[in-house]
């Protein structure tokens, strides 16, 4: 990474001239050094996280002029962009749309992927390396949760936006009033492969439904004879970005690319493999 770090700066150097030495990002959770580079109303931000990654980042000049800090959004705005967000299709579905994708890498950083994912999505500003430092996350992933929002709920509050969260059963009542709000759940499962796979297949499924209330019969039948169980070694956090009623059924959305934003898998099944621990970034 050192090597990464300084053959970058000597090949933009090369080109743009010696860089800036700047304090850029807001609060504790994400205020960084940078080296930046200027060229044609854009700036070049080039970060270090020692021990971590190095991060290249272009964005407006006016936004690094600023340091990286923006403006709160009203909660009027952001609760009017949820609600335009929220699509009811025809066979039940109520999913919310548009939330942003950040895929976790390598490095497996579910849990900062997924809340950059949650506050991006309101307006917040939001960095998964940054959120995973704040998180004491080592490589592999493995981030706790809960360190992860004290480094970070402050800063959620101080943007204008909520925190809250809840343990129990995963009730449709619950979801449902989250989403019809525009707003996703962030939700702690245990992602084993039997999950994925009844979840991959389900998904496939629904794509050439025509008889939903045979579907909504077959998926009941399948939750009953479902083998799902707590792998306790497969530990991951997701998006809960919809659900439809009538087959009680949830979709997920994964921070492992666009081949995964949104998949369905029915309540009863997502219960078998649920950590009972929900959070939500609101207004």
């Not at 059963?169 to 619950?174: A, C, F, Q, S």
């Not at 499962?189 to 025509?210: C, G, I, M, Q």
């Amino acid at each position: 990474m050192d090597k990464d770090l300084e053959a970058i700066t000597a090949q933009l150097s090369k080109t743009l001239g010696e860089p800036l030495k700047e304090r850029f990002g807001e609060g504790k959770v994400g205020r960084m050094n940078m080296r930046r580079w200027d060229w044609r109303g854009h700036s070049i931000l080039l970060a270090e996280a020692e021990g971590e990654y190095v991060g290249l980042q272009v964005v407006p000049s006016a936004f690094a002029d600023a340091g990286g800090k923006v403006a709160r959004t009203s909660d009027t705005i952001i609760r009017a962009q949820a609600l335009s967000n929220l699509e009811t299709r025809k066979n039940g579905d109520v999913v919310v749309t548009d939330i942003p994708m950040v895929d976790q890498g390598p490095k497996g950083y579910c849990v900062p992927a997924t809340a950059e994912r949650a506050m991006r999505y309101l307006g917040v500003p939001a960095d998964m390396y940054i959120l995973a430092n704040a998180g004491e996350t080592g490589f592999g992933g493995g981030t706790s949760v809960d360190l992860l929002l004290q480094g970070i709920g402050r800063h959620i509050r101080n943007k204008g936006r909520s925190f809250d969260s809840w343990d129990g059963e995963l009730k449709l009542r619950d979801i449902s009033r989250q989403i019809d709000k525009g707003v996703p759940v962030i939700w702690a499962l245990y992602s084993s492969d039997k999950f994925n796979e009844a979840a991959n297949k389900r998904t496939e499924a629904r794509k050439s439904v025509t008889d939903w209330s045979m579907w909504k019969t077959k998926v009941a039948q399948e939750a009953a004879a479902s083998p799902l169980s707590k792998d306790r070694s497969a530990g991951h956090v997701v998006l809960i970005i919809g659900y439809n009623k009538d087959t009680s059924e949830i979709a997920f959305s994964d921070s492992w690319g666009e081949r995964f934003k949104e998949r369905w898998i029915t309540l009863p099944e997502a219960e078998q493999v649920s950590q009972q621990r929900f959070y939500v970034i609101g207004f």
